[in-house]
């Protein structure tokens, strides 16, 4: 019989057959007394009897089922946006030397700002490489974990007497150290599993700089892409209104159709609703890019290299071991390789030194059974893993097999890295081909315009001929642009799969975050 408080005015019996006797004070400790607030008998029972079953049977998550309140249970931390529009200086780094990314002064006023300011400036502030720079050090922390393996490991500890028998009032003091002698390159082959990890760890912050940078320089050009073409929108709108107050002023005379003027009325709606488009895609690109900055972009202008164009080396065959997305997956080859060797290396001894103390207080120590004794012993130790059902062959397998996925994700990386060269050359080959037959269908069109102005007011030509060639010479002007932002778009986007952003963009010996990128 085990007696509950009597505070809650009732008693359990527990009849447990397979538990001695001298086990009831275990199970008084394991029994959550203090987290129970029992309103009745009934309800105090059920949750008593639940506690005691989750000890002997514990419940187990399910890996199929989510709970959202689980998940949701943090208190968020957001960071503080900047609203005014800082200055940003033509950049003043150097592509020599180690150096910091210049700070950025406030103002509203207008400016231009250099793409590399840009890049720098978003490279800066931005979280992702936060993370990454974190996630490197606690990998450095692993390191040092692993190489303490190797330094001597030194424990203490304060025990009772056996309180299953009749002895009291003894402590046992012990101090205890061991020293690894040999294990057959164990710890050495964990420093580099974990050496390898960083390499990893690395390659990934290396493709946060490298995706960063493109999504700014991506930014940048839509932007100047789209403002371009909302100016050629805005004229479009101005020409086919001039087109509808002519057509309006000849219906009121009799001179044309009453109908041009809703034909020209409803083309200049449709001209309109184009500049909206327009006028939307540039403003989704500017908050893209103002959340990249961390500042407004509205009011300042963005310049695009021409050396963009000059060196982006096209048809250069790419360095596969500068591309980080590569680097990363020989990193993870090379953890493949080592933890496969760290399962071979499972079946083999550790040869160790353990030397220990201990000093018995108010009784015998069992050691060497001496009132209040100290005893001390020096032993060479080893131990091996000879047999585990099966479970280091296992290991070892799926090492090989964790390997073998490895070197694929490497063919992988290889594979997409070629297919984009090629889908990249062959976009920007085709834009400029078609950049020559647009310049020539601009001037076509430009005299077909020039032409039918003159017809329709000889009375040749109607309403509806003078805003399709209207219509035209904007649509091609809108097309040339496009096509000479895609040239662009191509390129920059070839500089970031051939992994050539930091050479382009100045990234190499600057402190980004505390970091510095060698070359």
Do not use: C
Not at 184 to 191: A, D, T
Not at 323 to 349: C, N
Not at 419 to 424: E, I, S
Not at 468 to 494: K, M, T
């Amino acid at each position: 019989m085990l007696l509950i408080s009597e505070k809650y005015g009732f008693k359990i019996d527990f009849k447990m057959n397979i538990i001695k006797s001298k086990l009831g004070l275990v199970f008084v400790l394991f029994f959550p007394f203090g987290q129970v607030q029992a309103i009745t008998f009934q309800d105090y029972l059920n949750s008593a009897r639940k506690e005691v079953s989750q000890i002997f049977s514990p419940q187990q998550s399910s890996p199929n089922k989510i709970n959202i309140q689980t998940l949701n249970s943090f208190q968020l931390d957001l960071p503080q946006e900047r609203e005014v529009l800082p200055v940003v200086t033509h950049s003043t780094i150097k592509p020599v030397g180690s150096k910091k990314i210049p700070l950025l002064s406030r103002s509203t006023q207008q400016k231009e700002v250099s793409l590399i300011d840009a890049i720098h400036q978003a490279l800066q502030q931005h979280p992702d490489i936060s993370q990454s720079i974190a996630s490197m050090a606690g990998q450095n922390a692993n390191i040092d974990t692993a190489k303490a393996q190797y330094y001597p490991q030194i424990s203490g500890g304060l025990s009772t007497a056996d309180l299953t028998t009749g002895e009291r009032g003894r402590q046992l003091y012990t101090l205890s150290a061991t020293q690894m002698v040999y294990d057959f390159g164990k710890v050495k082959n964990s420093v580099h599993t974990e050496e390898a990890k960083l390499l990893e760890k690395q390659a990934m912050l290396l493709t946060s700089i490298d995706n960063i940078a493109f999504q700014t320089v991506n930014a940048i050009v839509n932007i100047n892409r789209y403002q371009e073409v909302v100016k050629i929108a805005e004229q479009q709108v101005q020409g086919i209104a001039r087109i509808a107050e002519i057509a309006n002023l000849r219906a009121r005379a009799g001179i044309s159709s009453q109908a041009d003027p809703i034909q020209a009325q409803s083309n200049l709606e449709a001209a309109e609703s184009n500049k909206l488009t327009q006028e939307a895609a540039l403003k989704q690109y500017q908050q893209k890019l103002r959340t990249l900055l961390g500042y407004d972009v509205t009011a300042a202008q963005f310049n695009i290299p021409d050396y963009i164009v000059r060196n982006a080396g096209l048809y250069q065959e790419p360095e596969f071991k500068r591309i980080p997305q590569m680097m990363a997956a020989q990193a993870g080859v090379e953890i493949a390789k080592s933890q496969k060797e760290q399962a071979k290396l499972t079946t083999y001894p550790t040869i160790q030194v353990k030397g220990s103390l201990n000093q018995a207080l108010n009784g015998k120590n069992p050691n060497n059974n001496e009132d209040d004794g100290l005893y001390s012993s020096v032993m060479l130790e080893a131990n091996s893993n000879f047999f585990q059902g099966g479970a280091i062959r296992s290991r070892l397998r799926a090492a090989s097999y964790a390997e073998d996925a490895a070197k694929a994700q490497v063919n992988v990386v290889y594979r997409d890295v070629t297919d984009q060269v090629g889908l990249l050359r062959e976009q920007v080959g085709n834009k400029q081909k078609q950049m020559e037959v647009l310049g020539a269908r601009r001037e076509t069109t430009a005299r077909t315009k020039e032409l039918y102005q003159e017809q329709y007011k000889l009375g040749t030509r109607t309403v509806v001929d003078l805003l399709n060639s209207e219509q035209a010479i904007h649509s091609v002007a809108q097309e040339i642009e496009n096509a000479r932002y895609d040239i662009y778009a191509g390129l920059i986007e070839y500089i970031y799969v051939t992994g050539r952003s930091r050479d382009f963009y100045q990234l190499n010996n600057v402190s980004i975050q505390g970091i510095e990128v060698g070359p």
